[in-house]
């Protein structure tokens, strides 16, 4: 945790921006019956029954000192499309960046190692040796910024029913605009000295009582 905010405090360098990764899945819900529209004093009327149509996933990459943000729409989330992600990352997204600092959550798919099942050794060691990687603690999650933007997202574009990958890649892809047009920054305000106040009990050897 304590590592997590100090990269948090270090000041914005365009040479070693501060992006932060994240990902969630996206039940996709079909209507079984056509909605009846909204009319003016009545909003849309859904039916109760609804269709399954399988799910999808989305990657999020936000460099929250920027108000930059990107997603990607896939059908799955190995370590293949993770090492994918990755090499986006540091290709595409940030190209001129001699090196990224990148804050993620440890799981099994967002290891160096996925960079080497995927691509060539040389490839894979080039991708990684421009990132500098930061892992989230068990049951941290909240301390990833990306967990910020996703909970944007969920309330402003994807608390409705959407029924293919399709309509879903489109949704996300005017919301992202819309938020890198106004360059929307997180103000981060936890610090390390909160933490060791209200989260005592993390610690192995509790401060003196005053």
Not at 178 to 195: G, L, M, Y
């Amino acid at each position: 945790m304590e590592d997590i905010l100090s990269v948090y405090t270090r000041p914005f360098d365009p040479a070693q921006p501060l992006v932060c990764m994240d990902e969630t899945s996206k039940q996709l819900i079909g209507e079984v019956h056509v909605p009846l529209p909204a009319v003016p004093g009545h909003p849309v009327y859904e039916d109760t029954e609804y269709e399954r149509r399988g799910t999808a996933n989305l990657f999020l990459l936000c460099a929250p000192l920027v108000g930059w943000r990107a997603i990607s729409v896939t059908a799955q989330r190995t370590r293949t499309d993770w090492a994918h992600l990755m090499r986006d990352l540091v290709d595409v997204h940030f190209p001129d960046a001699p090196r990224i600092t990148l804050v993620l959550d440890n799981l099994n798919t967002h290891q160096p190692a996925s960079l080497y099942q995927t691509f060539e050794p040389v490839e894979a060691k080039r991708i990684l040796d421009r990132l500098e990687i930061h892992y989230t603690p068990k049951h941290g999650s909240w301390l990833n910024m990306a967990d910020i933007e996703f909970s944007l997202l969920s309330r402003q574009c994807l608390s409705r029913r959407i029924d293919n990958p399709a309509t879903l890649a489109e949704e996300v892809t005017a919301w992202v605009a819309a938020r890198n047009a106004d360059r929307s920054t997180i103000d981060w305000r936890f610090t390390t000295d909160d933490a060791r106040i209200k989260l005592t009990h993390l610690y192995p050897i509790q401060p003196p009582a005053k």
